[in-house]
């Protein structure tokens, strides 16, 4: 297949891979913040391939996952509200909260909606203006312009019962808290490619220059993402601390200024809570004072109840990369796909998925 089997390619694979080992004196250890990319990572074996010369640990890049036990309990309690039709991604359905799960909740009588587009609500809000529409907005920012463009179409249609439930989560404040914590053994960063797409390389520059170490953004297949390593360790070996693009195919260094544009007309950084990782400052997006109407927590006055932490789930020091999910003693055994006990294990981008589907059980 054009564009995508080129960057599979066994021989090109291990043209690199040879290439990465002979450019490094020593092993380095590299976070990528992508479950996408960790996905492709266990799935080719990367991380096997490169172990005597790369150590890959895996970051908070799964929005599903860092999304708080707080804003799925806010969600629960939205679906006792008879009135409400919640609008959901299909991997939230089963993220475990003090509470329980949407799946759960939509047993219990709550209407909970699939739908794959932000605009999907927007779109109920106007065939149901009986009821009120709630979209449960998560993601990085890839997924933030289109929650943001939900809104202003839901302003310009006069639509009054529609508002969001906002847990929108910025990736660079996450990845300084992860390089301030005295545990952290990063040396570099793979960059996550959709995101760059979105907000541009630039974003990274700030954090090369505080805290001296190389982000190289690369995408997702294995020739992407060896490209990606290669770069990293090469500025590694010479001291070099640079943002470096490695995914110029899709990713541009200014990003997609319409996109920010539409999340800077809706949204303003806010302070957010990030599983396992505690309340990072200007690290969310939040609904700026003009549109506070479509505030869903003010709109139904939701108080979750208190947090009471992830039980015997190690997810915070997995999405730390402090730990590995085969570090858990669920992992496997307690904690399936089937039976999760936290977020990795739910998600299509979560680390415990990953290790479990191509890895296999403890």
Avoid at 192 to 214: K, N, S
Wanted: hydrophobic share 45%; net charge negative; proline share 7%.
């Amino acid at each position: 297949m054009k564009h995508l089997d080129e960057y599979r390619d066994p021989a090109l694979i291990l043209r690199q891979v040879e290439a990465i080992r002979a450019t490094c004196t020593r092993r380095w250890t590299l976070m990528e913040v992508c479950g996408g990319q960790t996905h492709a990572i266990l799935r080719h074996g990367l991380d096997e391939l490169l172990a005597d010369a790369v150590e890959l640990i895996h970051g908070p890049g799964c929005p599903v996952c860092v999304t708080p036990t707080e804003t799925l309990d806010q969600a629960v309690l939205l679906t006792r509200h008879p009135e409400v039709m919640l609008c959901t991604f299909g991997d939230m359905l089963r993220v475990p909260g003090a509470l329980g799960d949407l799946n759960a909740a939509r047993a219990a009588g709550g209407e909970v909606r699939v739908i794959y587009s932000p605009l999907d609500a927007v779109a109920l809000a106007r065939e149901h203006p009986d009821r009120e529409v709630v979209l449960l907005a998560v993601g990085f920012e890839t997924t933030a312009p289109a929650a943001a463009i939900a809104v202003l179409q839901a302003e310009a249609l006069g639509l009054g019962n529609l508002s969001l439930l906002v847990s929108h989560s910025l990736v660079p404040p996450a990845m300084e808290a992860l390089l301030a914590d005295p545990d952290n053994r990063i040396q570099g960063f793979l960059a996550a490619g959709h995101v760059c797409t979105v907000e541009g390389a630039t974003a990274y520059h700030a954090i090369t220059e505080r805290f001296r170490v190389p982000i190289v953004v690369t995408g997702f297949e294995p020739v992407d993402l060896l490209a990606g390593i290669h770069a990293c360790v090469e500025q590694l070996e010479r001291g070099a601390a640079q943002v470096e693009n490695r995914y110029d195919r899709a990713a541009q260094d200014h990003g997609n200024a319409a996109a920010r544009a539409a999340v800077s007309r809706v949204f303003e950084p806010v302070e957010r809570e990030w599983r396992g990782m505690g309340r990072l400052p200007a690290s969310g997006l939040g609904l700026r004072p003009e549109y506070a109407r479509f505030d869903a927590v003010a709109r139904f006055g939701l108080v979750p109840p208190e947090a009471t932490g992830d039980g015997p789930c190690i997810a915070g020091q997995v999405l730390r990369g402090l730990r590995r999910p085969t570090d858990c003693p669920a992992f496997g055994r307690d904690c399936t796909p089937d039976t999760p006990l936290g977020a990795p294990m739910v998600s299509s981008e979560g680390a415990c998925a990953a290790y479990l589907h191509y890895r296999g059980g403890a």
